[in-house]
Each structure stands twice: as structure tokens, then as C-alpha cells.
């Protein structure tokens, strides 16, 4: 059994921290160092807990950093990492016992460098994809970015890694939605990858979370993400001929989710830093009205708020921002 490093970055996540902990000691694949990287956490509880965890377990280690972000933590926990492979967690999430003795399984078997498994987030409502359900199997390389590009696996916690692989590539550090651009430059290296239809990962929806947060300036590194992988994908011969709409996709997806999330932002107030977000949104928006229309991933309901909010930007704030305001009242 090779030596499994579990990074956790951890940032105030109080007591969720002792249920993460537990599910991770509580592995039947027990051939594993946990890592948390406190990333300057600042309340009591959480800061008692990691001490209180790393005195107690001998393959608990714990890393003190000022707070630099979730990437900056995952980087410092992959420097800190002695393991062959390596898997991420969040601190506020569980897994299933069985998770990384499957996914050890699977990479094994299959010598594949990644192996992915599926996620539940717990209370909240499912995840639905624009493609069909995937099946576990080996996927080439091209067929695990088509369906990376319409949602599956953006989250770099539901892997494992050969940990060779973050010698050439990193978290990007203060940007936010790395997961995403990590795994796309991941998959871009790999000639396959293993996938199990598994739920073993349990996302814990929470308030205050960075993916309930306002938008503000940093939302954007989303779209500096997926125009990267328009870019990449439009440049290789050998994907952009079976991949260009996927990638289309993803940029405008991307873009709308991005300009509704301005929109109900600005229900709690509107500021110049959104009013500037929304125009940039709208512009790329209107170059790509076209593609709007006849992408075929895109769906009926985010075709018709990427026209709207390119035709009429600002009677689409408003009516989104009065119909939500009546909904608040109402409740």
C-alpha cells in the first residue's frame, strides 16, 4: 500500500473541521498523512481543533501560514506531502470510508494518474449536467475534457493524483475557481483517466462559503479561466475539431452565470465594481451573440437570459432584481 497525502486547506471553518477530520481518519485505506494547512485562520475554534487533531494522531501534520487564499494552502500542503499519490479536501466537507480505497483500486488497476469519483452535495439540489449520466470506466483524453467542459469534475477534491503530476503545475495562487483551470491543464497532459459512479465526496453547502459570496472583482478570474480554454482548445488540432463547442460552452456559460450573479448582487446595493463587471460581461456577451443562439449545450434557459441580458441588460437587471425583492417580501 503506497502513501496516500490528504491535503486540507483550513480557513474559520469552526466546528465542520471535526466531522472532515473524523471521516478522513475513519478511511478504511489507512496508509495515509493528512496535512492541514491552516491558511491564518482567526477564530478560536478552528485553530483548537487543528492543535488538538495534529498532538493527538501521529499522521495528522499540521502547517501555520498567514492567510493567502485556498490555493496558496493547497500549494503549501503539496510541498509538505511525503505520498505517491495525493487527494484534496475541503475542511467543511466528509467523505465516504470507502473513498480512497476505491480510488487506489481503480488507479492501480487501470494505471491511470487520475482517477475521478462523483460528488453529492448534501442539502441542496442535485447536480444536472447538460450531456448524459457517465458511466465508471477508462475515458481518453478527449472524452473526459468533453465532459469536463459541460460540468463534470470541477472540483480537485473528488481525485486522486499521482503527485508527480503538481511538479509541472500548481494552484494559481490569489485566483479564485482554481479547480477548475488546474484540472483543465491536468486533463490536457493525460491520454486517459479512470472514472467511478460513485458519490463518495459530500459537499456541505454552508453560509459564508467562497461560492456564496457577493461578486465582486475576483468572480472574473471564472472567465479568464474558460477563455483560456477556448484559446488552448482552438490552438490543438487535435481537439479543437471535436471539442470547440464544449469550450464555446463553457465561456458562455461562464459569462451568464457570472452576469446573474452581478445581477443579484446588486440587490444588496449596486457599486461601480459590478456596474464596470456587468458592462465587460454584456461586451462578451454581444460578440458572441451568435453563438448564444446555436450552441448546442447551452440549453433553452441560459439561451434565453444570455439574449436578454445582451438585448436589454439593464430591463433584465431590473425585473430579476424586483422580482426577487417581492420574493424576499413574501417569506
Given at each position: 500500500m503506497e502513501l496516500i497525502s490528504i491535503v486540507v486547506p483550513v480557513f474559520n471553518t469552526g466546528e465542520y473541521l471535526k466531522s472532515c477530520?473524523?471521516?478522513?481518519?475513519?478511511?478504511?485505506?489507512?496508509?495515509?498523512?493528512?496535512i492541514l494547512v491552516n491558511d491564518g485562520s482567526n477564530d478560536h475554534i478552528t485553530k483548537t481543533i487543528c492543535i488538538e487533531y495534529a498532538l493527538k494522531y501521529n499522521n495528522i501534520i499540521l502547517v501555520e501560514q498567514t492567510n493567502q487564499g485556498s490555493a496558496a494552502?493547497?500549494?503549501?500542503?503539496?510541498?509538505?506531502?511525503?505520498?505517491?499519490?495525493?487527494?484534496?479536501?475541503?475542511?467543511?466537507?466528509?467523505?465516504?470510508?470507502?473513498?480512497?480505497?476505491?480510488?487506489?483500486?481503480a488507479i492501480i488497476k487501470n494505471n491511470t494518474k487520475i482517477v475521478f469519483c462523483d460528488l453529492q452535495i448534501d442539502n441542496y439540489k442535485n447536480i444536472k449536467y447538460p450531456d448524459m449520466p457517465m458511466k465508471s470506466g477508462v475515458y481518453t483524453q478527449s472524452e473526459a475534457l468533453h465532459f469536463f467542459l459541460l460540468g463534470h469534475w470541477h472540483s480537485a477534491c473528488t481525485s486522486l493524483y499521482l503527485k508527480e503530476l503538481f511538479n509541472s503545475e500548481k494552484f494559481p495562487p490569489g485566483e479564485t475557481n482554481e479547480d477548475f483551470i488546474l484540472l483543465f491543464r491536468l486533463l490536457m497532459t493525460q491520454e486517459n483517466i479512470f472514472y467511478i459512479d460513485k458519490k463518495f465526496y459530500h459537499y456541505i453547502k454552508r453560509e459564508g462559503s467562497n461560492t456564496e459570496s457577493l461578486a465582486n472583482k475576483k468572480s472574473l478570474d471564472w472567465i479568464s479561466h474558460t477563455t483560456e480554454v477556448q484559446s488552448t482548445?482552438?490552438?490543438?488540432?487535435?481537439?479543437?475539431?471535436?471539442?470547440?463547442?464544449?469550450?464555446?460552452?463553457?465561456?458562455?456559460?461562464?459569462?451568464?452565470?457570472?452576469?446573474?450573479?452581478?445581477?443579484l448582487s446588486n440587490i444588496y446595493g449596486s457599486n461601480t465594481e459590478r456596474d464596470d463587471m456587468y458592462k465587460f460581461i454584456i461586451k462578451n456577451l454581444r460578440r458572441n451573440f451568435k453563438n448564444i443562439l446555436t450552441n448546442k449545450y447551452l440549453g433553452m434557459k441560459k439561451q434565453v437570459?444570455?439574449?436578454?441580458m445582451t438585448i436589454t441588460p439593464n430591463l433584465y437587471m431590473g425585473l430579476i432584481c424586483l422580482c426577487y425583492r417581492n420574493l424576499r417580501k413574501k417569506r
Open positions: 477530520i473524523d471521516s478522513l481518519l475513519q478511511q478504511e485505506y489507512t496508509n495515509i498523512e493528512i494552502a493547497r500549494n503549501t500542503g503539496i510541498e509538505y506531502a511525503k505520498g505517491k499519490y495525493i487527494g484534496f479536501v475541503d475542511s467543511d466537507d466528509v467523505i465516504e470510508k470507502n473513498m480512497y480505497s476505491e480510488l487506489y483500486k482548445i482552438s490552438k490543438s488540432p487535435k481537439m479543437s475539431t471535436v471539442l470547440n463547442a464544449e469550450a464555446e460552452y463553457q465561456y458562455l456559460y461562464s459569462n451568464i452565470v457570472m452576469g446573474n450573479k452581478i445581477v437570459m444570455g439574449v436578454l
